[in-house]
């Protein structure tokens, strides 16, 4: 099974850079892909996140069950996205894709085309540091699944 995380905005070097790189290094049960996408042209105001949701849709392979990260969806525990991901490797699904929206959140065609929405609580989360704390949880997922003490719940 391949994950692949979408997201708007370029991820600049700094902490967030380094630790999102320092987990990733440690994922080892899936192969672990990060597309970052910006727009080209500036788009109107009040279809920025249309347009950012056209760019993501356009990435997602055929077949594949899509995670959408945004502030409206079910909160998942820790032990729920491991479930989650064990559900969908046990069923042969070939590739996840997580996304991540910009700071204008989601459109409603990323919305319609989610298989799942999930939300990491009701706070706003910087969307730069929301892709460290996805590859953080993908990896606690794993970690999970295998038994290992990282997860200590």
């Known amino acids: 099974m391949q994950i692949l995380i979408g997201a708007i905005g370029r991820l600049r070097a700094g902490p967030e850079a380094?630790?999102?790189?320092?987990?990733?290094?440690?994922?080892?049960?899936?192969?672990?892909?990060?597309?970052?996408?910006?727009l080209k042209k500036k788009a109107a105001p009040d279809r920025v996140s249309d347009a950012e949701g056209e760019l993501l849709l356009a990435a997602i392979p055929d077949g594949a069950h899509v995670v959408v990260l945004d502030e409206t969806g079910k909160i998942s525990s820790s032990?729920?996205?491991?479930?989650?991901?064990?559900?969908?490797?046990?069923?042969?699904?070939?590739?996840?894709v997580f996304l991540i929206g910009g700071a204008d959140g989601h459109g409603d065609a990323v919305r319609a085309r989610a298989d799942r929405m999930i939300a990491f609580g009701r706070n706003t989360w910087p969307h730069?540091?929301?892709?460290?704390?996805?590859?953080?949880?993908?990896?606690?997922?794993?970690?999970?699944?295998?038994?290992?003490?990282?997860?200590?719940?």
């Open 18 to 38: 380094a630790l999102l790189e320092h987990f990733q290094k440690r994922i080892t049960a899936w192969p672990l892909a990060l597309r970052e996408f910006e």
């Open 79 to 96: 032990a729920g996205i491991a479930k989650e991901m064990a559900d969908l490797q046990d069923s042969g699904c070939r590739n996840v």
């Open 128 to 153: 730069m540091l929301m892709r460290t704390l996805l590859v953080e949880q993908i990896y606690r997922a794993q970690q999970i699944i295998a038994r290992h003490p990282y997860h200590r719940a």
